[in-house]
């Protein structure tokens, strides 16, 4: 996809630590503490979307501004 090397801003709104990991990418592990922000490719957010609990995490984890 074409905006995939486009860098988003990611926040923990959750009250703990939040981490995550994605096989596709190498077995990228990423973790964020309680409201955390870090900059981080569009490509690993669609690809975290499709990883087991991937989807919730952005759902109600997770704030993704662009």
Do not use: C
């Not at 900059?39 to 690993?44: G, T, Y």
């Amino acid at each position: 996809m074409e905006n995939d090397n486009k860098m988003v801003r990611v926040t923990n709104r959750s009250r703990g630590t939040l981490g995550y990991t994605i096989p596709d990418m190498g077995n990228l592990q990423r973790f964020f503490a309680h409201g955390e922000t870090k900059v981080v490719p569009m490509e690993e957010i669609r690809k975290l979307d499709w990883t087991p609990g991937g989807a919730v995490l952005l759902r109600d984890y997770l704030k993704i501004e662009d």
